[in-house]
């Protein structure tokens, strides 16, 4: 019941902070109400048992993205006021095709058979973190490595283009 | 469906040193990624900015690994720690494998000859290199996790590609569109995989397969089909995202658009042909194909419905443009069309075999033409400035060499005989029409015959269009450049003629799975 009521009062909290985000009629309102979203989306993964998921979820996005957007939002403060301003013009449209696709994905969920498991990601540990661990450096070595690639190659691209061209 | 065990629950292998995955057998993709660390390595060394050392260095490196992946034997058997399947490098990847690394090849070569300074930067080597180890990596992923690490590689440095030169306005323009739609079509797919992740708690492909076909028809499948298409119709430029695709290919330098253009989507085909049949063709497990029921299976409609849609869109857009480059990229959309409405027969039976095979024949010969087409952009870009089509007026008077190679190279693309764009056309239709889809193959054929009257255009400026005195053709071009086109234009024609069986081999070879 505690697990329920929990759920509810995150998801409230992540819905409504999404849609402000969304509507927002400066953009810095919107970012901060982005902030509340990603944690409330780490609150949902706490419950679910994904401790480390939930930490990390608050870290890279809360303590990363967050900034950045932030510092993007600080920076370009040349841009005209009018630009700023993302309030919704045309609502309806927007509401109906959001509606749609809620209703699409929604009632597909919901009539999916869907095979359920009554284990949670902690299985009999105490933390998911050694499990994570163990499958970065087993199963999925490869890909884990190749992350590595990902993230150096495009550091020396964000680098460059942040640069511009060598004259 | 029995309960399954999540992710972490799941028994990994021991953590010792028998269990390391047999590095041998993925030396070719190792070295891409090692080369990105060397370039940047000898460009610290250096420290003394762009030189003519990065291009030299690059294109013996690719043609290392080329000559790795070509005489390399192949093996039955995923890679992966403690027998992890984590990659497959099969005959399939091989051929890919293949087309990425020659047309990589091939990119370096144009910038070079485009004579434009970023081509001697490390930075723009180490981008490439990165996009071609991720390219080898998304041919022969066989779980979802390297898969869309795999998959996010190619997409990151195809923008960091595409806005290599952000000075310029059309540059900037074109890497953030790429970016903007790029970010939407990932999140798409990664919704479609995490529901699939969500019905089997796997991520490998076969177990995946396994228990889609045990599962039948189910709405969130459905779904997951849907937005995993989506992903891949970013990546193919298809409809219905392909809107990205001509502001790109404009915007970007023409070598990189020529990268896009065929290596991206090689890749992303690579990847897609190996999620369609996996299992299938060995005969082990059901193929993903058919997971929602047999003939009138949802991937098939949705292939079906692009394909067509993606064809048209593509073909009928070509005829108002002007800019040789961006009817070019409205082209490369048009072929995806054709591509996905052969794609829509694969599947597990000789017919699918065929299929398959006729696709791999298809990228083979469209990397000769579309990159020889697109050597004639570059050209026009380095020495008139524009990519106009105007700007090759006259040309068959004054370059006859290079203008007749143009004209066989767009005889091949809009698959005309005797050239080997008409074998490539008939591999990808004879699947279809075998199969008694009369109508989608119908559609197919009225789309090349359209296709016929924007591939002429420049043929008629080239030839038939008279010269306004004082205002000749301004491309220049040299021996190099004469070889180059020559180089692609002639195996077009020897394919078309009588080489062709022995490439329609190669291909079958290809997608017979090795026993």
């Known amino acids: 019941m505690g697990v329920q009521i929990a759920f509810w009062l995150f998801a409230i909290l992540v819905a409504g902070t999404a849609l402000y985000a969304a509507v927002a009629p400066k953009i810095v309102h919107a970012a901060f109400s982005l902030m509340a979203t990603f944690f409330g989306v780490a609150g949902i993964y706490a419950i679910l048992g994904s401790d480390f998921l939930a930490v990390t979820q608050v870290l890279v996005y809360v303590g990363g993205i967050m900034v950045l957007i932030v510092f993007g939002v600080l920076l370009t403060d040349r841009v005209p006021e009018e630009y700023k301003v993302v309030a919704p013009r045309r609502w309806l449209p927007a509401l109906i095709a959001g509606g749609l696709c809620f209703a699409a994905i929604a009632g597909a969920l919901k009539s999916t058979v869907w095979p359920i498991s009554s284990s949670t990601p902690l299985g009999d540990a105490t933390s998911t973190v050694e499990g994570i661990g163990r499958s970065l450096l087993t199963d999925y070595l490869i890909p884990f490595e190749f992350a590595s690639i990902l993230l150096l190659v495009v550091l020396v691209g964000a680098a460059r283009l942040a640069r511009g061209q060598v004259r | ?515």
């Open chain 2, 1 to 515: 469906m029995t309960p399954f065990l999540p992710l972490l629950a799941q028994e990994t292998a021991k953590l010792e040193m028998s269990s390391m995955p047999d590095l041998s057998r993925m030396l070719p993709g190792g070295l891409l990624c090692l080369m990105v660390i060397v370039i940047l390595v000898v460009d610290l060394v250096r420290g003394k900015g762009p030189s003519a050392l990065y291009p030299k260095l690059s294109m013996g490196a690719i043609a290392v690994a080329f000559l790795m992946v070509l005489f390399g034997t192949v093996k039955a058997g995923a890679v992966g720690y403690g027998g992890f399947p984590s990659l497959d490098p099969d005959a399939l990847s091989r051929i890919f494998k293949l087309v990425f690394l020659a047309t990589g090849f091939v990119t370096v070569l144009f910038v070079e000859r485009s004579r434009q300074a970023f081509g001697r930067e490390a930075e723009f080597h180490v981008i490439l290199f990165g996009a071609l180890a991720g390219m080898c990596y998304l041919a022969s992923a066989t779980e979802m996790i390297g898969f869309y690490l795999a998959f996010e590689t190619v997409s990151y440095t195809g923008f960091l590609l595409a806005g290599y030169k952000a000075d310029d306005r059309r540059g900037a323009e074109a890497g953030t569109k790429f970016v903007m739609f790029g970010a939407v079509s990932s999140a798409v797919m990664l919704f479609g995989l995490s529901l699939v992740y969500g019905f089997t708690g796997s991520m490998q492909f076969a177990v995946i397969a396994e228990k889609l076909a045990a599962a039948g028809s189910q709405p969130a499948l459905v779904l997951a089909a849907i937005f995993v298409f989506g992903g891949f119709a970013f990546k193919a430029a298809a409809f219905p995202m392909q809107w990205w695709c001509p502001d790109v290919y404009e915007g970007s330098p023409a070598p990189v658009a020529a990268f896009l253009a065929v290596a991206s989507k090689a890749a992303v085909f690579a990847a897609g042909l190996r999620v369609l049949t996996y299992g299938g063709v060995s005969g082990s497990a059901p193929a993903l194909s058919h997971l929602m029921g047999h003939d009138s299976s949802i991937v098939q409609t949705i292939l079906i419905c692009s394909a067509v849609a993606t064809m048209t869109w593509g073909n009928f857009a070509a005829l108002r443009q002007s800019s040789l480059q961006r009817m070019l990229a409205y082209s490369s959309i048009a072929h995806a069309g054709y591509l996905l409405m052969t794609a829509s027969v694969i599947g597990t039976d000789k017919l699918g075999q065929e299929a398959m095979a006729g696709i791999v024949f298809y990228f083979l010969i469209y990397l000769v033409m579309n990159l020889g087409a697109f050597y004639v952009v570059t050209l026009m870009r380095r020495d008139a400035g524009t990519a106009d089509i105007s700007a090759l007026r006259g040309m068959g008077r004054r370059h006859p060499v290079l203008a007749v190679s143009f004209a066989i190279m767009l005889f091949s693309l809009t698959g005309l005989p005797p050239t080997a764009g008409f074998v490539g056309k008939l591999q990808l239709f004879w699947p279809v029409v075998a199969k008694g889809y009369y109508l989608l193959a119908a559609v197919g054929l009225v789309n090349g015959a359209v296709s016929l009257y924007f591939y002429a255009k420049p043929l008629r400026e080239m030839f038939l269009a008279a010269e306004v005195e004082g205002e000749e053709t301004r491309l220049a071009p040299d021996g190099v450049d004469l070889a180059i086109v020559t180089a692609f234009a002639v195996p077009l024609v020897i394919l078309g003629l009588f080489g062709w069986g022995n490439v329609t081999q190669m291909a079958m070879d290809a997608v017979a799975r090795v026993p």
